[in-house]
């Protein structure tokens, strides 16, 4: 299976072009005869226009003097009946064994309508995932061969290769040193293709924003979710107090004497919504977890991507307004592996996601039912998404202080959320208008003293929370519904 839009085509050159392709790319790369980006994961060459890695975007008005070279064109000529654009930039990816590419989607505001790409050297298996459904098609990509990412394929599905030394077809391949010519026609017009929510044209501008190494999602968990909620807590806990009727609903149909382990259970607030059940919490935050001990409840301090509790043991799992402060699928995934794993056979799990549809038409989409949309988590169902991975802001109240103004607050990189909380490029740090840089922490503090600080979250569109949960092995799901502006579902444990 492949992606809709994507065309394979295999031996489109012959074993001759291609070693005298390979000789020419390593030997400009030896003696920097183009212009040249040493990157973590691969070195890569650039003709025609130089692709920007910091800003995913070329800058038209600066053509490179090395142009396309003449052996490029003779591929061009090969592959004219397969094709219906006219490439004038090329980036060539010189990989060796064991490395690869962060899944992405090419910019839509600065190449047209196909990506093109030849394969010299080695196969090599490329990942293509549908960020919707989460649904992942590995698919093979064979040495002379040409791919051609038009429609889907093109504008939504997100393309990578995983670093390592091998892949696993009929027999496990050993990948060789690899080169791919990926050539793309640059356009000044804006995109308006049929999905904006991976379009940077329809989307304010904004390049989508991209975790692309697993220390990287580590690093923006615990600056833009972990030491918030550390700083915060009690501020966080006081306006949490009101269990959403959903939840006290799925933990009021539960036998009695049942055990659930609620992961990510903030200040406690549904520990003790049954005296006849025993729900034992666990949060990343230890001053959350003080409140909830306090409290009288039984708790533990843990990260959701490794929770130190016996698999097959529980009842019943809960995960509430937590599975959305996960910055990439595959830990999103993971974390509903966990949940799955502590659950015995016929077990129940909940799991509740902010959505991007903060005003959805309930009636008009048949997986959700009718509830109340009165937006008592911090006004959710009030708030307009442009990307579905924001910051979205805390102002935090010290006694005494009046909220002033509020500052602006960069990510990972340095770089400052729009109105929207969207994460623009990597620009740099910008302070806010009264000139104050945000400290190490990610806060700001207004005239007043009061700080502003900024939370992660991936929001979620209809079908990917439940797109997500039918990748995790031995569970079924059950139902998904949509509730004050939140997706929630439930799975089984087979």
């Known amino acids: 299976m492949k992606p809709p839009g994507l065309i394979l085509i295999g031996d489109i050159i012959s074993e001759e072009f291609e070693n005298e392709l390979m000789e020419t790319f390593l030997e400009h790369s030896k003696n920097r005869a183009s212009t040249q980006d040493e990157l973590k994961n691969r070195v890569t060459l650039h003709y025609g226009y130089k692709f920007d890695y910091k800003t995913n975007l070329v800058d038209l008005t600066a053509p490179l003097e090395h142009p396309i070279p003449a052996s490029v064109r003779k591929v061009l000529d090969i592959i004219q009946p397969h094709i219906s654009i006219t490439p004038n930039q090329l980036t060539v990816n010189i990989y060796q064994p064991g490395q690869g590419i962060p899944k992405h989607v090419d910019t839509h505001s600065i190449f047209t309508s196909e990506i093109l ?6 196969d090599v298996v490329m990942d293509f995932k549908n960020p919707t459904s989460g649904k992942v098609l590995p698919v093979l990509l064979q040495r002379r061969s040409l791919t051609v990412m038009s429609g889907e394929s093109r504008y939504l ?13 009929q027999d496990v391949v050993e990948r060789q040193l690899r080169i791919s010519l990926t050539l793309r026609e ?7 293709c049929n999905y904006p929510s991976q379009c940077d044209s329809q989307n304010y501008g904004k390049p989508q924003y991209c975790v692309e190494e697993e220390r990287d999602a580590a690093r923006l968990e615990e600056q833009y ?3 918030v909620y550390e700083e915060i807590a009690d501020h966080f806990s006081s306006t949490r107090h009101s269990p959403w009727p959903g939840v006290v609903k799925f933990l009021n149909s539960l036998p009695t004497q049942s055990l659930v382990v609620d992961v990510g259970c903030g200040n406690g607030k549904y520990l003790g919504v049954r005296g006849d059940i025993t729900v034992i919490g666990n949060d990343n935050s230890y ?6 001990q306090d409290r009288g409840h039984e708790v533990f301090a843990c990260n959701a991507l490794n929770i130190p509790l016996r698999a097959g043991t529980c009842d019943s799992v809960i995960c509430i307004a937590m599975l959305h402060h996960i910055t990439t699928t595959q830990r999103r995934i993971t974390v509903l592996e966990n949940l799955a794993g502590l659950l015995l056979p016929g077990g129940l799990g909940l799991v509740t996601v902010w959505a991007q549809e903060q005003h959805l038409d309930l009636e008009s989409t048949e997986s959700c039912k009718p509830c109340p949309t009165d937006g008592t988590e911090e006004g959710v169902g009030r708030r307009h998404f442009n990307s579905q991975d924001v910051f979205v802001d805390w102002q935090h109240k010290k006694p005494g202080t009046v909220p002033g103004k509020s500052g602006t607050v ?3 990189s340095g770089t400052v959320p729009d109105k929207s909380g969207t994460v623009p490029d990597k620009s740099g740090t910008v302070p806010d208008k009264s000139g104050t840089v945000p400290d190490k922490s990610g806060t700001v503090p207004d005239k007043s003293g009061t700080k502003l600080y900024y939370r992660y979250y991936h929001v979620f569109v209809e079908g990917e929370l439940a797109g997500l949960i039918r990748q995790v092995p031995g569970v079924e799901l059950v ?15 087979l």
């Open 157 to 169: 599905w997100h393309h990578g290769i995983t670093p390592r030394k091998t892949d696993a077809l």
């Open 410 to 412: 960069p990510d990972k």
């Open 117 to 122: 790409s030849v394969s010299l050297g080695s």
């Open 479 to 493: 139902q998904v519904t949509y509730e004050k502006a939140n997706w929630c579902a439930v799975f089984r444990k």
């Open 225 to 227: 979710v972990s030491a």
């Open 287 to 292: 001053n959350l977890c003080s409140i909830c």
């Open 186 to 192: 640059c356009t000044p017009d804006p995109c308006t």
